[in-house]
């Protein structure tokens, strides 16, 4: 399988009527989504904490995270975002892949639909 890029629109969750669209790289090994720091500002979205992530080659790097709203084929919602460095690639993570309800296919390399399950419910 190759690398697969997707069409990403993202905004502040206060601000929906100010977005951006970008081409994304769908990294399965990626817990959150990254976008580039100077374009977060620019949407007005705020870290909120600092985490620390591992990269490919083993270290260890702090970065700000936030909340932003990401749309991927239709589907719509929030999810933490990693302030990235200015030249970083987009990335689009795993949580943001399961909060639009999405799941990329190793063979073929597109995203399809994800079966949404809910294990627990009330029998009353």
């Known amino acids: 399988m190759g690398l697969t890029f997707v069409k990403v629109k993202f905004w502040n ?14 990294d399965s090994g990626a817990v959150y989504s990254l976008v580039p ?7 007005g979205i705020v870290p909120y904490t600092k985490k620390h992530f591992m ?26 975002v990693i302030f990235g460095e200015p030249n970083d690639q987009f990335l689009l993570g795993v949580v943001t892949l399961e ?3 999405l799941m990329i296919d190793p ?6 639909p994800l079966p949404m399950l809910l294990m627990a419910v009330s029998t009353r």
């Open 13 to 26: 969750p206060s601000h929906p009527e100010i977005f951006m669209e970008r081409e994304f790289l769908v």
């Open 37 to 43: 720091k100077p374009l977060l500002a620019e949407l």
């Open 55 to 80: 990269v490919a080659d083993g270290r260890s790097i702090e970065r700000d995270l936030g909340w932003a709203f990401f749309s991927v084929d239709g589907e719509a919602s929030p999810s933490p």
């Open 99 to 101: 909060s639009v309800g």
């Open 107 to 112: 063979i073929n390399g597109k995203l399809k």
